[in-house]
């Protein structure tokens, strides 16, 4: 029976949707802006105050207002058609790559009377933008796709796509900043944006799915909480990524890695940053072709566990091929990780209140990334860099330990067809 499974299995299924194939241009186009920008902005505001501490603020400028409208954008998800929210917001990100790019023309003197203050207010409002988009566009796939039984292969490819943008992004950014100058960047940046833009314009508009228990604003965000911390799967799941990315992610410390252990230099950072997003772009291809749905939630605590490993593992090694291959090893762990939890969220949560639960999640996930990086400083400022790796992910495996003691309905999971409303 499993092999006859894996015959009729179609690792291209939800390609042959058109919409879909909208949706992820759509999605490959907005991260590679986004991913570019990062690096211009970076790049720009450190050139103009030559201060290592604006770096962190760019972070925290984009993180906190996120965070903050993300239980509303979510409520909001779930009450306006989704495309109307990413139409919306993708405007807003338009004006706001347009108005980085007036702040570098020569005509504009605004940087230089404001210094680097003027592009904080546009990732302020980008991050708030942003806030609004991650719900309505995980809410707004599943629609895309319509049955259940290709969700698993939808997010695949949906997670492969990012990874890909995510790995390329940064290098477009830096060479075209580098080659062509910082102008040029921001209106390939522009570009980008726009053709996001129009690819989502030309997806077909989705109704909203009947809700059945209408709610105010109060009632609605609780009743979405309460989902989420009343089903163990779902709770498990997102609390498994938040500490293991909390605990385990290395990548803040890398460059000290490169410089002071491994001897690289900048190079070899580049492929030590590299390393994790390969790692999980392969394995999303793979897992494309080969989609868990036995044991998926055991096969999902394994895969953090061989994260934290991997970590433990890297921390460890001086050498730098050995650090290259673990880190992409964690990288291909993660994306397991993520492809389960969010098919487990998307089979698990009703379609009127997808909204809700992704802005729970992201208020969980979201901030992980910005959070572990000051955890990993701190660590390792109290502890010594390669010991607070070695903790984090010793944490990490913990963490998955104890969800495997508790959470006994992720520990029997599948996500097998017949198992969708478990």
Not at 373 to 385: H, I, P, Q, T
Request: net charge positive; aromatic share 10%; charged share 10%.
């Amino acid at each position: 029976m499993k092999a006859n499974h894996r015959n009729t299995h179609d690792p291209y299924a939800v390609l042959r949707i058109p919409d879909f194939r909208l949706y992820i241009s759509a999605r490959l186009c907005i991260t590679l802006a986004m991913q570019i920008q990062a690096v211009i902005v970076g790049w720009q505001i450190y050139d103009i105050t030559k201060d290592p501490l604006s770096l962190g603020l760019i972070g925290l400028a984009e993180a906190i207002p996120s965070i903050f409208v993300s239980l509303y954008a979510g409520y909001l998800a779930d009450m306006v058609p989704r495309k109307k929210i990413i139409m919306v917001v993708i405007t807003v990100l338009m004006f706001c790559s347009l108005a980085l790019l007036y702040f570098t023309l020569d005509a504009s003197h605004t940087l230089l009377t404001y210094g680097a203050l003027p592009i904080y207010v546009v990732i302020f409002v980008s991050g708030i933008a942003r806030g609004f988009m991650g719900p309505a566009v995980f809410a707004f796939m599943p629609q895309l796709v319509a049955n259940k039984t290709l969700y698993a292969n939808a997010i695949t490819w949906s997670s492969t796509t990012w990874q890909a943008a995510s790995l390329a992004g940064p290098a477009v950014g830096g060479l075209v900043y580098g080659f062509f100058g910082v102008t040029a960047a921001y209106i390939t940046d522009a570009v980008l944006v726009f053709l996001s833009l129009s690819a989502f314009s030309m997806i077909g508009s989705k109704p909203l799915p009947e809700n059945i228990n209408p709610q105010n604003l109060k009632e609605s965000l609780q009743s979405g909480i309460r989902f989420v911390f009343g089903n163990q799967i779902i709770l498990s799941a997102i609390s498994l990524d938040l500490f293991a990315v909390l605990f385990g992610g290395a990548v803040a410390l890398l460059p000290i890695f490169a410089s002071d252990i491994l001897k690289t230099g900048p190079e070899g950072l580049g492929f030590l940053r590299a390393a994790p997003a390969v790692g999980s772009v392969l394995m999303a291809v793979y897992m494309a072709h080969h989609p868990i749905s036995v044991k998926a939630g055991k096969k999902m605590l394994w895969c953090v566990a061989g994260f934290g490993l991997t970590i433990i593992l890297f921390g460890l090694s001086s050498n730098f091929w050995f650090s290259l291959v673990m880190l992409a090893l964690s990288g291909g762990f993660d994306s397991i990780s993520v492809i389960i939890r969010s098919t487990l969220i998307h089979t698990l949560t009703p379609e009127y209140m997808k909204g809700r639960v992704s802005s729970v999640n992201n208020i969980f996930v979201g901030s992980s990334n910005e959070i572990g990086a000051f955890e990993s400083g701190f660590m390792a400022k109290l502890l010594g860099v390669v010991p607070a790796v070695v903790f984090g992910g010793t944490m990490t495996l913990l963490v998955v330990g104890i969800t495997a003691l508790k959470a006994d309905k992720l520990r029997v999971l599948d996500l097998k067809p017949e198992a969708e409303t478990v």
